[in-house]
């Protein structure tokens, strides 16, 4: 309705300007004068350099405010050579915009309307045809080279250094998956097959494969300062696009189709504070977090392309560090998924295949749209949760709550595990089988460390919890996700085991 509204109050002004020129016309041809626009003509041409003064003055009111606000110089040295190329570039288009911009209202002001003027037929000028042509070509055609050097050079395969850090990035709705080798300085093998790729194993790591053991993924894209970084890009879904915009880095991520991009970083992430420091408008103090802007800053990694509705989530921070010694010292902070999580659910395997039938207690459910649930127990969350939507006599109150029995995250943030995508998936299924049903997500940890941060990751895995569910086809509106921190413990936190059971995601039914 409003749309339409709109669209009707545009076009009734649309009729009034009509039938206010129509009068005027009219006026005009009643005062015996109707074909005499000298008048308006001039005045017109007063209003032409009236409205160039006005531009250029907002143009440079624009630059004085906004410049500051734009991106910083160049973090990477063929960044500085894409930079150099845009400011030539923009230096050929200012001056023509302003030429023409000058010549087009200042003809309009000198060439209005009147008795007294006798238009000049000027058919044609030999020497005006070839200067307008040549010179635009010499200098298009040193923008093509200009371009094709800094092409060339950044994609020349021959000149990499052989001695590069190689970082392997895969994109998927609504996440970035970071791989690096371990000390070896390979990466393990990928099989994409449907053997290997699996609800655990997205990306179809050969677990079987020894240079596989020592990889890790990293929460953040780590770089070395004036060390090339080859970094090997894919996709598993829809088309991303890995966007470093300090560095002045993208490229697509095709799904099935590798993709790379080379670059060196020239400054580290503290080098580009201290850098930033200096100007004035990273100076000031910004109200968010009543620290000058420039102690917050971080380079970004985020995604040009719009891949779905949490296409905005797509972020990681990039670190860029000043020597080897230092990323060295990061390398030993991080763990080998292989050796955390990998290895002990295989042996877990392994010790369940001798295990009796009996003794597992599997809860098998095919849903309504004809999905079977996989890994479901009888004592689990969708046994329970389905339990409750289809009793009638269960009401929907503030105090059930259903927890995750088979939900794990990286130790100390919001990353889910590969392994609960099964369970993830099946709340996803019974989400879509009972289409009226509504939840709230709960984060919850133990009282181990600082309150405050433990709100935060709680608040911070319920929200991942949700966007996976989301990005598993649930409608967003039917969702909802708190964290509550170390409040409402269900064990005794003296113990590792009753921490192990405050540290959990639940559900609460809300509408169904």
């Not at 964290?483 to 936190?493: C, I, K």
Request: with cysteine; proline share 4%.
């Amino acid at each position: 309705m409003t749309t339409l509204l709109v669209f009707g109050a545009l076009v009734l002004m649309y009729v009034i300007l009509v039938l206010i020129g129509k009068t005027n016309e009219l006026s005009k041809s009643l005062s015996g004068n109707p074909n005499s626009y000298e008048k308006e003509s001039k005045v017109n041409g007063y209003l032409m350099l009236a409205f160039l003064v006005g531009l250029f003055w907002s143009i440079a009111f624009q630059l004085k405010h906004l410049a500051p606000l734009m991106i910083p110089k160049a973090a990477s040295y063929h960044g500085e050579e894409t930079d150099r190329l845009f400011y030539v570039t923009l230096f050929f288009m200012t001056v023509v915009f302003i030429l023409t911009q000058i010549a087009l209202f200042y003809f309009a002001f000198r060439y209005n309307e009147s008795r007294n003027k006798k238009a000049y037929f000027y058919s044609h000028n030999n020497k005006l045809e070839v200067v307008w042509t040549i010179i635009p070509s010499i200098v298009l055609t040193i923008l093509v080279v200009m371009g094709m050097r800094a092409w060339f050079k950044i994609f020349d395969v021959e000149a990499r250094d052989k001695n590069m850090q190689v970082v392997e990035v895969t994109a998927q709705q609504f996440k970035w998956t970071l791989r690096y080798p371990g000390t070896d300085g390979k990466f393990g093998e990928r099989i994409i097959d449907k053997e290997h790729i699996t609800p655990t194993n997205e990306l179809g790591i050969n677990w079987s494969d020894a240079k596989s053991h020592d990889d890790f993924f990293s929460e953040q894209l780590v770089l070395i300062k004036d060390k090339p970084v080859l970094v090997k890009l894919g996709a598993l879904d829809v088309i991303h696009s890995f966007y470093l915009p300090h560095f002045r880095v993208k490229m697509d991520c095709v799904p099935g189709l590798p993709t790379q991009f080379y670059f060196t970083p020239k400054y580290s992430t503290k080098e580009m504070q201290e850098y930033l420091s200096t100007l004035p408008w990273w100076q000031e103090v910004n109200p968010t977090t009543g620290l000058p802007r420039w102690q917050t800053f971080k380079y970004e990694l985020a995604c040009t392309e719009i891949c779905g509705r949490s296409h905005y989530g797509m972020q990681k921070e990039v670190v860029v560090l000043a020597n080897e010694a230092e990323y060295k010292e990061w390398m030993k902070t991080q763990t080998s998924y292989y050796e955390t999580t990998v290895k002990a659910t295989l042996a877990e395997k392994a010790t369940e295949e001798v295990k009796p039938t009996a003794e597992v207690s599997i809860f098998k459910k095919t849903l309504a749209s004809g999905v079977e649930l996989l890994g479901a127990l009888s004592n689990g969350i969708e046994s329970k949760l389905i339990s409750f939507i289809e009793d009638k006599g269960k009401q929907v109150d503030k105090t059930t709550w259903f927890s995750f029995d088979r939900l794990l995250f990286e130790t100390g943030k919001s990353t889910l595990k590969p392994e609960s995508q099964e369970q993830v998936k099946n709340m996803a299924e019974i989400l879509k089988a009972y289409p009226a049903v509504e939840l709230k997500i709960g984060g919850y940890t133990d009282n181990s460390g600082d309150a405050k941060k433990n709100l935060a990751l709680s608040d911070d895995r319920a929200k991942s919890v949700l966007a996976e569910l989301v990005k598993l086809g649930v409608a967003d509106s039917r969702l909802k996700a708190e964290g509550y921190g170390d409040q409402h413990p269900v064990a005794d936190n003296a113990t590792e085991e009753g921490r192990a059971k405050n540290r959990r995601i639940d559900v609460r039914v809300t509408k169904k």
